[in-house]
């Protein structure tokens, strides 16, 4: 019967809906336990100081004075940036190389999509250690293919002017989640145009540079900020254990700077000043999200894709 029928519908959208409130529910307290409370007794902390071993004391505003006019803070926010103001957008572009290579269907397509992915699964600790390796500048793989091919092999890791460039090299990495975002977004785009392109004698590069990028464009806006905002927070650990901000401070980033105010000197309310330094960074990011989301009016629809 009708009424029987419409009363089961409406009690099956209450439960989706339900279920829906409590998983929201769950994420909203993970966050507001292990993000927004953290932060909120940071940004208190930072009026303070505090050594972890006496009570705290108030003095206003002199931690953000001590962290903002030290040296080592503008060097660490120079650092910060050319880790990833630059890499980032070439990691995305890798990513979408990649997914545009192995976009067709083939025998060995699946074994290729997952050799390119599952690097990104491994932890950064083991990553860095295996950059320890790779980049070695006496028994390295990669210093003795450079020395076959007859080239003069850097130090990696050793020499200022190179650690930089290995932490970069060394990110390239973990490119598998943008590759699957990359490999889901050209799937997305109706094979009719690609062979409407072609009818009208266009190429595989015309194709590329005319069609897919344009298309794909807000999918690699969002993976590109995406990337610096955690590689703002992320690449703490690469650094600790391969360099340790060194060699000479080339690889002293804003992160370094926060552990070492706060595990180093015990200085808790100078780094939680310069904590939100970081924050302020990454806020810049995220309205620079919100300003490519509404230009191009990304959102959630039914459609295959939408420019």
């Known amino acids: 019967m009708p009424f029987f029928r419409n009363l089961r519908q409406k009690i099956k959208r209450n ?3 339900s279920s829906i409130s409590l998983i929201l529910g769950v994420y909203l307290l993970g966050v507001s336990l292990l993000v927004f409370l953290p932060a909120a007794w940071s940004f208190g902390l930072a009026f303070f100081q505090f050594d972890g071993l006496t009570p705290p004391r108030w003095n206003g505003g002199v931690n953000f004075i001590l962290a903002y006019s030290d040296q080592l803070f503008s060097l660490s926010v120079r650092n910060s940036l050319a880790l990833i103001i630059l890499p980032a957008p070439v990691r995305v572009l890798g990513a979408l190389l990649a997914a545009r290579l192995m976009q067709r269907r083939g ?7 997952s050799a ?3 690097p990104s699964a491994i932890p ?3 990553m860095a250690a295996a950059g320890l390796w790779i980049f070695n500048p006496l028994y390295g793989p990669v210093n003795l293919l450079l020395q076959q091919l007859g080239l003069s092999p850097p130090a ?4 200022p002017l190179w650690a930089k460039p290995a932490l970069i090299l060394l990110s390239f990495w973990s490119i598998g989640e943008g590759f699957l975002v990359c490999l889901a977004a050209l799937q997305d785009i109706p094979s009719e145009i690609d062979e409407a392109a072609r009818v009208d004698g266009a190429g595989l590069g015309r194709i590329f540079v005319s069609i897919t990028l344009p298309v794909v464009a807000p ?11 955690l590689s703002f927070h992320n690449s703490f650990i690469a650094i600790f254990f391969t360099t340790a901000g060194g060699p000479y401070y080339a690889t002293f980033t804003v992160t370094q700077l926060i552990y070492e105010q706060a595990f180093d000197l015990l200085s808790f309310g100078t780094a939680s000043a310069t904590l939100w330094a970081l924050y302020t960074l990454s806020g810049l990011l995220v309205i620079g999200l919100y300003v490519i989301i509404r230009t191009w009016n990304i959102g959630i629809t039914d459609e295959p894709f939408i420019l």
């Open 15 to 17: 439960s989706q809906q």
């Open 124 to 126: 950064v600790a083991a």
């Open 107 to 113: 025998r060995w397509i699946g074994w290729l999509r």
């Open 219 to 229: 999918t690699l806006a969002l993976l590109a900020f995406r990337d610096m905002i």
């Open 116 to 118: 390119v992915f599952l």
């Open 156 to 159: 990696w890791f050793v020499e």
